[in-house]
């Protein structure tokens, strides 16, 4: 079957939901159990929302939060609401037009019952099958917004906000040496939410630093790699995103799967 007839029917994945009185505790264990950012939030059967690690990871951090246990804080109140819900024979272009236009997540429903859903992977993955990707690497960088490994991990969640992205490259005089994402700042904050005294955690949370908790192993690209080897490599391995590096092996940007769609 032709790109062109595919519909979101074809590609959608499992939703995995979680109602909106859960705890935000339950909500991390099941992004970890699944692998995933994102969850579709119900209540009595109704669509509620989506939630999201970027969102998981603001409302831990907030200082009004600052000494709250996730297992004490319910899903509702880090609920986002730029999705959009699509019928089965949607086409899959036209859910990619929603993606590149900011939509968070695609939930695609039929009669009131939430059948599946759509991220950039499930759409990414469906133009890599059909070869439909081209260029290289460099097309769809954008601009890195490195840290330090000595920096402080609020510093590093702050600038991810900002920034709105889900990953930093960490350099150490220049060199890459790890990346940090939204996951990893989520269950550090969780982490230190669950296991410091109450009346401890909003100093220790400063005292944490980018190296305590970013993954040293990272996967770069060349900014002359085909556009195509890249999202095969972020579809097997599962990664949201990457490193760019020149010729001389100096950062210069990051991409990740929605970016390679905004190429499209």
């Known amino acids: ?27 991390l264990d099941l ?38 246990s996730p297992s004490s804080l319910h899903v509702s109140a880090c609920v986002a609401r730029n999705f959009e819900v699509v019928e089965p024979d949607r086409s899959v272009t036209s859910a990619k037009e929603l993606l590149n236009s900011g939509m ?23 133009y890599y099958d059909h070869d439909m990707i081209r260029g290289s690497a460099s097309d ?29 490259p960490v350099l ?3 060199e890459l040496v790890g990346i940090i994402t939204e996951r990893d700042v989520a269950n550090a904050m969780r982490a230190l939410k669950e296991l410091v005294p109450t009346n401890q955690q909003e100093n220790r949370i400063r005292l944490v630093l980018v190296e305590d908790v970013m993954s040293r192993t990272v996967v770069s690209f060349n900014m002359d790699d085909p556009l195509s080897e890249v999202a095969r490599t972020l579809l097997e391995k599962r990664f949201g995103g990457a490193p760019v590096m020149n010729n001389e092996n100096e950062l210069v940007g990051m991409l990740n799967r929605r970016t390679i769609l905004n190429t499209l």
């Open 104 to 126: 968070e997540m695609l939930v695609c429903m039929e009669d009131g019952n939430i059948l599946g859903c759509v991220a950039p992977r499930e759409v990414l993955q469906a």
């Open 172 to 174: 150490d005089e220049g």
């Open 31 to 68: 992004i970890d159990k699944h692998k995933t950012r994102r969850l579709v939030v119900a209540h009595n059967g109704e669509l509620y929302g989506v939630l999201t690690l970027r969102n998981l990871m603001k409302t831990l951090g907030e200082k009004r939060k600052a000494t709250v």
């Open 140 to 168: 769809a960088m954008i601009v890195p917004y490195p840290v330090n490994p000595k920096d402080r991990l609020v510093h590093a969640r702050r600038l991810m906000m900002d920034r709105d992205v889900g990953r930093l």
């Open 1 to 27: 079957m032709g790109l062109s007839k595919l519909t979101v029917a074809d590609i959608m994945s499992e939703p995995y939901t979680i109602d909106k009185n859960e705890h935000l505790s339950t909500a």
